[in-house]
Structure formats: C-alpha cells, structure tokens
C-alpha cells in the first residue's frame, strides 16, 4: 500500500524516531510503513491520520484499487 507518510513527517521536520514516539510504534514499524514493506493496523493508521489532520484516504492509497 502506497502512502505519503515520509513527505507529511518531511513537512513537520520529525524523524521517523520522533513519529514513532508520536504514534506509539518503533522507528523500525515506520520505517517499514513507509517504505511500504508493512501495513500499519487500522489503530496506527488512525492515529496517524489524526496526528496529521488528514482523512485516513488522504495518507494511504491502495494499489489494487487503482483505474
């Protein structure tokens, strides 16, 4: 699943250690939410839709639904 989470962490100028400690996950959990080798849990990816004030669609695309 495809996700804009380094570029919104980007524009907050946090590392992914600081996300992590923000969402209640290891930095390696958001590492690897990001680079897209794991899927966060509907929980996680609610707080980080909260976290950045977006809509859970708005940070997270699903490739299979694409066209």
Do not use: C
């Not at 590392?15 to 400690?21: G, I, V």
């Not at 290891?26 to 897209?36: L, V, Y």
């Not at 899927?39 to 609610?46: K, N, Q």
């Amino acid at each position: 699943m495809k996700n804009r989470i380094a570029a919104l962490r980007a524009e907050q100028a946090w590392t992914q250690a600081d996300l992590a400690q923000r969402v209640g996950v290891s930095r390696q959990s958001i590492n690897a939410i990001e680079t897209g080798r794991f899927d966060p849990s509907l929980p996680v990816a609610f707080r980080l839709a909260r976290l950045f004030g977006l809509p859970i669609e708005q940070i997270f695309v699903d490739e299979s639904s694409d066209g």
